[in-house]
């Protein structure tokens, strides 16, 4: 086999590959164990949504470690799929900053209520349940009248089963918590109530000394301490078999709801879903203008190289949509922008190997001579200038990274990859096709194919 | 062949002309940093009953404590407000306050809202991240061209290009700015980046015709070894500013407006840095080459 014909296979498989996977509808892959959707990921700028950047709302200097962020994280994604919205995206985005895109969703202000809302703590009145019974239903969730209060009204039989305890005050009444240890150096969870907390829970404790009050956090039961004695100074302490790690959390949970950093929203993104789809066929309408209008221009000026260009135009765009969709890349608007703008740059390698290619025509070489040279000189400039191209897209990503800045992000990694792909497409690919149509052609007649 | 080198002092000149209203604007206007990068909210909303008068739409608001907000039009339906940091709960009140006071059925088409904090933060790392990509090509080209003589005069000749870009840019931003009420926000930046990417890119292609006709015309004299690179490398120079401009058109032709403004800035800087790689960069190195300097301040012989 000759060497200029080692990549007919290979491109083919390619060609093939990538219609595959932009087959509209595509099933996904699933072989085995390996599942695979393909679909094209739209970003909210198109579909329409709400995005969200949260910070910790901490000091800047204050540590905060990356597991933190992580539960964090997790806790919010919990809280985001409750609100039934398909595809969000809740992602940390560098040391602490989360990053939220609910897709579809319109209203701003339920989606950021239900991100930032603490998780809900109780004392829950467990009345004259015995240490047993008790002991059974820490750590297992459960039914109290604060929850069940706002809903309860239709759905009357459905729980009867599982009894409904009593909430005795929430989180809303703690003012102060900290870890302290007991005179057995027992770690323990100490807090302070607000004026009006404190009264409800002398009046309880009072009434109802030597009986359980359970501490529970979103429905489930971390700690359930009998009451020693009334309290009425406002001040509590819960112990438990804490480790100082235990106690710290949960005194942190008591603080914050079950978010290990306290978040902040510092910025907010809603874009209607008019615009976006508006948005949407617009820039695919200018996509395939640009494209024809390159592909004309390429034909006209370089005629025969212009139109084996062009086919590998068609290639450059086959793969790098499939790419997009395999990856997947989520498309934005600047991302479709730089995915456009990168099929101008996509020529220019062979705009540079042409017109080498013209110049050793020019110089008397012959048409195979000239190929093999085009190629080869222009090949440094080809690599030297995608390269600074490449550095370019490096530092926006990190750029977009930081921020939760998903447009710069989109851009920099459409530009990227269409750099990397065109590189493939304009030399190898273009190659290729050249030399395959001059062993089937006796061009050397047909000078003026090449524009010389 | 066309003598570009020759009349390099010229092309200075016209970029210098073209450059300076900009500059001038950028130091009396400043430029105009959106809420990307100031801090605050944007609103836009479409009407599909009729576009009210902004007047009394600044009286609602105010109602709202935002007194100092900023309405456009844009479009025959649409109005695009600017207020200091909303929050959502209050945006709810104020699309329907606008809703039963103008008696109007609207749809909320984007709304933005940055903290103050963060903005700043933004604007740093943004300038952070032009002098890393700088910095990056900079250290390549000295890198790439580390064969030839003087390889280190090649990046900086690069940067110097690129700088008159984003100059250029910077200083039509302004002028959009003051004019046109356009605002800097975290596109504009990627398409300042986009456009130093773009002008090095160029610019090496052009430096790479000079380091191959270096070794291969050894005797001829370095400032026509320049001119010849530049006039070899013209018509793909040409051809691919062809392209790039035709797509880019395209998106401002038939794109939405969201990236109008966008994709205008990267059309201005794409051409500005063909134009700058053709005329400035390369002619640079035949003034550094020949220390022209010396003479610049010198009276000539009469």
Known sequence: ?452 | MINIVKHRYLYFAISLIVILPGIAALMVWGLPAGIDFSGGSLLEIRFNSALPETEPVLDTLSGFGFSDAKIQTAGSDKLIIRTKVMDEGTLASVLTEIETEFKADIELDRFESVGPSIGKEVALRAAGAVGLAALGILLYITYAFRGVKHAFRYGVAAILAMLHDVVLVLGVEAMLGHFLGWEADSLFLTALLTIIGFSVHDSIVVFDRIRENERIYRKKPYETIVNMSIVQTLARSINTQLTVMFTLLSLVIFGGSTIRHFVLILLIGVFSGTYSSIFNASPILVVWENKEWKTWFKRSPA
Request: aromatic share 6%; with cysteine.
């Open chain 1, 1 to 452: 086999m000759k060497r200029n014909q080692r990549w007919i296979l290979p491109i083919l498989i390619l060609l093939t590959v990538s219609i595959y996977i932009n087959l509209p509808n595509h099933p996904g892959i699933h072989l085995g164990s390996f599942h695979k959707d393909i679909k094209t990921q739209l970003g909210l700028d198109l579909v329409g949504g709400v995005q969200a950047l949260l910070e910790a709302d901490l000091p800047p200097d204050a540590e905060i470690t990356s597991e933190n962020m992580q539960t964090a994280r997790r806790i919010i994604e919990d809280r985001v799929n409750g609100l039934g919205v398909s595809e969000a995206v809740v992602q940390i985005a560098g040391d602490r900053r989360i990053l939220v895109e609910l897709p579809g969703q319109r209203d701003p202000d339920q989606a950021l209520s239900t991100i930032k809302d603490t998780a809900l703590l109780e004392f829950v009145d467990f009345g004259d349940l015995s240490t047993q019974e008790v002991s059974l239903l820490i750590n297992t969730k459960i039914n109290t009248d604060y929850q069940t209060s706002s809903d309860q009204n239709e759905s009357g039989s459905s729980s009867s089963d599982d009894p409904v305890f009593h909430t005795v005050m929430t989180g809303a009444s703690i003012k102060q918590v900290g870890v302290t240890t007991d005179a057995l150096r027992r770690y323990q969870v100490v807090f302070e109530l607000t004026p009006e907390g404190s009264q409800i829970f002398k009046e309880y404790t009072t009434n109802n000394t030597g009986k359980i009050l359970a501490i529970v956090l979103d429905n489930e039961v971390i700690s359930a301490p009998r009451i020693e004695e009334p309290i009425t100074a406002g001040r509590g302490s819960i112990s438990g078999n804490f480790t100082d790690e235990s106690a710290q959390n949960l005194s942190i949970q008591l603080r914050y709801g079950a978010l290990p950093v306290p978040l902040k929203v510092v910025q907010t993104e809603t874009i209607g879903p008019t615009l976006g789809e508006d948005s949407l066929d617009k820039s695919l309408v200018a996509g395939i203008i640009g494209l024809s209008v390159v592909m004309l221009f390429m034909a006209l000026y370089y005629r025969l190289p212009g139109i084996i260009a062009d086919l590998a135009l068609l290639l450059y765009a086959l793969v790098t949509l499939a790419l997009f969709r395999w990856i997947p890349v989520t498309l934005t608007l600047p991302g479709i922008a730089g995915f456009v703008l990168s099929i101008g740059v996509a020529v220019d390698a062979n705009v540079l190997i042409f017109e080498r290619m013209k110049e050793e025509l020019r110089a008397g070489n012959s048409i195979e001579r000239a190929i093999s040279l085009g190629w080869d000189r222009a090949w440094p400039s080809i690599r030297d200038s995608n390269i600074s191209t490449l550095i370019t897209c490096i530092i926006l990503y990190w750029f977009g990274s930081t921020f939760g800045a998903s447009i710069v992000k989109g851009f920099s990694l459409t530009l990227a990859l269409g750099v990397l792909v065109s590189l493939f497409t304009a030399v190898t690919a273009t190659r290729t096709f050249l030399h395959l149509l001059l062993d089937n052609i006796k061009v050397t007649k047909h000078p003026k194919l090449f524009g010389v």
